[in-house]
């Protein structure tokens, strides 16, 4: 990185206010600082053009100063230049090193942009991928010692070792890891929209695409959670608490802690934290984390968001012809029954018929 002192004189040099000790430590600079030589060629090249061009710029800030009522002075004698004059001439002056260091900004933010997008290209393409069909679930053992587990039709993918300062995976689908600690290399889970950042824990993560909303599950030690569009919001969990996210204003859930939503005008993502769901009051079975043991339970859910994660399920397809069914809601526990049992114990809660056909289940 070019440091700031250069960039000051760098500044002074293209803009011809440079004194005999600073060229001496310019010069220094440039011959022993691969970084600095480099932006010194690159912007003396830009900056040094032909007459026309350097006349072209004088017209600019003519047409500046112009704008904002200062007299030109090209007719004067060089012995009788008044104190407007000097000050035409300290303006144009001034205007010339602004707009030198506006372009040495630009030209090191667009190096270090370039440089990090392509490394991270790089890395991305480097990467291992494990991918799950549905009514599959596999289990991952990562380089450090941490172990995932993936929930059916998830993608996984991760690097064969991890190097670095930090340890980062790319999900999409739902998982739950069992964090290896190593608190130099903390580790970074992203997902759609959230980015998890833990040292070491277990929690358990849903990020479908198809899904209208995302979760993460904390079960024990301690994660932080960025949003892609609100960088600046950092959300703790502490264990037993669950982050929700979704495009617009939550309506049924209970929040414990703080509940951010935002106008219609303003909004991009909302986010609640609630408390884990338990099946019932007396009962230790975590709803969200109940796949990893093989059973598919849900409560008090809709049948829309429950048909999402049959199909990821059973392997099927559901095709509501009956709109109003999608409001239905439900509270249930399958482990070992199969889809046409399980539409069967639904039926007993509320009226409706399905018929199967080609893989494929149509509620009426």
Sequence with gaps: MVNERFIELLTKKLSDEMNAAELEEFNFLVANDDACRQQSAFFKTYWVKNEEQYSNTDLMFQHILSKIDVPATEDQPANEIPAEGVKTRR???????????????????????????????????????????????????LSDGSVVTLNSETTLKYPPSFKGPTREVYLNGEAFFDVAKDHQHPFIVHAG???????????????????????????????????????????????????????????????????????PDTAKTSYALTNLTYLKSNDTTVVETSWVNNRLIFKDEDFAEIANKMERWYGIKINFKNTDAKDYHFTGVFEKENILQALKALQMIEPFSYKYKNETIYIY
């Design 91 to 141: 303006m144009i002056m001034f205007l010339r090193s602004l707009a030198a260091l506006l372009i040495i900004g630009i030209g090191l933010s667009v190096t270090y942009y370039l440089k990090r997008h392509d490394q991270t290209s790089q890395d991305l393409a480097s990467l291992q991928q494990k991918k799950t069909p549905s009514r599959v679930k596999s289990k991952i053992y």
């Design 193 to 263: 929209k959230m980015s998890i950042r833990v040292v070491g824990t277990a929690f358990n993560v849903k990020s479908y695409k198809n899904d209208i909303a995302s979760e993460t599950t904390l079960i024990r030690g301690s994660i932080e959670v960025t949003l892609a569009d609100r960088p600046s919001d950092r959300i703790i969990l502490k264990p037993n608490e669950k982050l929700i996210l979704k495009s617009t204003t939550f309506k049924r859930h209970t929040i414990n802690r703080n509940l951010v939503a935002q106008t």
